[in-house]
């Protein structure tokens, strides 16, 4: 099945910093991948639609300037926390889907980030 | 809009019962996917089934079994002889058919199985 990665799998930063999460479609290309966010024992929610090679679509209350990402090639896209703060610690997932098949979404296993 | 409810925010069973989880949805849409995963503590999201929307036959798979109602509009999600193994937070998802789409998620059930 399609395997979807991503690293880190946790990060601890201080208050303050840019933190860069990966997200990589290893036996597949994925044109779009979503960026989701879950808090502690809450849902999961989505933050952005990434679809390479052309600018992510936020959802509404995502700050664009804050959560940069970057979906440059077909395997990879990329979120960057800049300035991160404390209400930033959350846990992070991302999900791709395969052209042809794109009702199915595959999840990598998340990244949980803790800003001190 | 979609919507996903899933009522029950906590569940808790001893080893060996069967327990049902709940989740209603709402959409416009006449064509879309419902969907069901699993949590466990490590966090990744593990995928339990899809069902599309003209597909309104129960499945079975092992210990679980899934009841779609059109309906009523509602995907539920049925774990016979529970074990320890099957606590985690469990999602029902939605989304539209027309693809690369998002899923909008419920809140999640967590369950416990307690031995």
């Known amino acids: 099945g399609a395997v979807v990665s991503q690293h880190p799998s946790w990060v601890i930063c201080k208050s303050g910093t840019s933190v860069k999460i990966e997200c990589r479609s290893l036996?597949?290309?994925?044109?779009?991948m979503f960026w989701y966010r879950q808090f502690p024992k809450q849902s999961l929610m989505l933050m952005a639609t990434?679809?390479?090679?052309?600018?992510?679509?936020?959802e509404q209350g995502v700050e664009k300037d804050k959560f940069l990402i970057n979906h440059a090639s077909l395997t990879l896209s990329t979120l960057t926390v800049t300035s991160a703060h404390p209400e930033d610690s959350s846990f992070y997932i991302c999900?791709?889907?395969?052209?042809?098949?794109?009702?199915?979404?595959?999840f990598g296993p998340g990244t949980r980030l803790t800003v001190t | 809009a979609q919507k996903v409810t899933q009522a029950q925010t906590e569940i808790s069973v001893v080893e060996k019962e069967d327990v049902t989880l709940d989740c209603v949805y709402e959409?416009?849409?006449?064509?879309?996917?419902l969907f069901w995963y699993k949590q466990p503590p490590s966090g990744e999201l593990v995928f339990l089934i899809r069902?599309?929307?003209?597909?309104?036959q129960n499945e079975i798979s092992g210990r679980y079994s899934w009841n779609f109602q059109k309906s009523t509009s509602s995907f539920n999600f049925t774990i016979t002889a529970s074990q320890v193994v099957d606590s985690a937070v469990y999602f029902c998802?939605?989304?539209?058919?027309?693809?690369?789409?998002?899923?909008?998620f419920g809140k999640g059930t967590r369950l416990s199985v307690i031995a």
């Open positions: 999900s791709a889907t395969i052209p042809g098949q794109r009702y199915e979404q595959y």
């Open positions: 069902r599309n929307s003209f597909d309104e």
């Open positions: 959409t416009r849409d006449t064509t879309y996917y």
């Open positions: 998802a939605l989304s539209e058919a027309a693809g690369n789409t998002p899923l909008v």
């Open positions: 990434s679809n390479e090679g052309s600018k992510a679509t936020y």
């Open positions: 036996d597949f290309q994925a044109t779009t």
